[in-house]
């Protein structure tokens, strides 16, 4: 019976964070989220560390109306060769919508 109990918070809780992410977030909770998940280690907003600056993707991508999937493909499955020889690892643990929420915001950065 208890574990029902608990099981039943875990799974409304996994399910508020769905309905959350799906909603607009503010753009210190997008970054917090990248944060969250490592992102930052490697990419600066407006500065190259390993990976390129943000705002270097999204001058990039502007105009091309396929970089969102391109890039959420990116993220998850990881790969080199567009900025240089360093890649970037896979994120195969990251939940697609979190992936599309991190690269939506990426791409709204100028
Ligand atoms: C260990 C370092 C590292 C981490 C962690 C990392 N990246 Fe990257 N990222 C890179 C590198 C290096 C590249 C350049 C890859 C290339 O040249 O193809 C890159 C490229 C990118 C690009 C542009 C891809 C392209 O093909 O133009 C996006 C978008 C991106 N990263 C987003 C993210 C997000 C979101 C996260 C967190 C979930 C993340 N990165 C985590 C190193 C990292």
Sequence with gaps: M???FVLGIVVASL???????AGDLTDAQVQAMAQKNG???????GNKIVGPAYK???A???GDKGAESKL????RNGGSGVWG???M???????????????????TLS
């Design 72 to 75: 959420i493909q990116k993220v």
């Design 60 to 62: 990039k991508y502007k």
């Design 15 to 21: 399910f508020a964070e769905v309905v959350y992410a």
């Design 85 to 87: 020889s360093m890649a």
């Design 89 to 107: 690892p896979a994120h195969p643990e990251m939940n697609k919508k979190d992936i599309k929420t991190l690269v939506r915001w990426i791409l």
């Design 2 to 4: 208890k574990v029902l």
């Design 56 to 58: 270097d993707v999204a």
């Design 39 to 45: 992102c930052m280690a490697c990419h600066g907003v």
